[in-house]
Nanobody, 124 residues
Framework: QVQLVESGGGLVQAGGSLRLSCTAS????????MGWFRQAPGKEREFVAA????????SYSDSVKGRFAISVDNARNTVYLQMNSLTPEDTANYYC?????????????????WGQGTQVTVSS
């Protein structure tokens, strides 16, 4: 059973930066994709960024491309999301997720395990 624990959320002013972390335990041989999703109140969960554990594949939503960067540290079983130039529209609960192989890392359906979420609030 894969368990995911996120950290790094908080309150930041517009234009600021945060780095989210997601540490995985219980990874299996089929573990391939790690993704970040977010959900704001009253809205559907949306894709933010994803990477393969070997870092050969990455994907970003258009809304964060150029501002966010996803990276992996296999030695620590941890995936990071560096978020720069934050705006109030980035305010949401951010979730990390783990899934098997896919060429479509942005698809929610490929992810089998989810963390509990970490809140990011960007003030104007």
């Amino acid at each position: 059973q894969v368990q995911l624990v996120e950290s790094g959320g908080g309150l930041v002013q517009a234009g600021g930066s945060l780095r989210l972390s997601c540490t995985a335990s219980g990874r299996t041989a089929s573990s391939y994709a790690m993704g970040w999703f977010r959900q704001a109140p009253g809205k559907e969960r949306e894709f933010v960024a994803a990477t393969s554990w070997n870092a050969r594949s990455t994907s970003y939503s258009d809304s964060v491309k150029g501002r966010f960067a996803i990276s992996v540290d296999n030695a620590r079983n941890t995936v990071y999301l560096q978020m720069n130039s934050l705006t109030p529209e980035d305010t949401a609960n951010y979730y990390c997720a783990e899934g098997g192989f896919s060429t479509r890392l942005e698809e929610l359906r490929i992810y089998d395990y989810w963390g509990q979420g970490t809140q990011v609030t960007v003030s104007s």
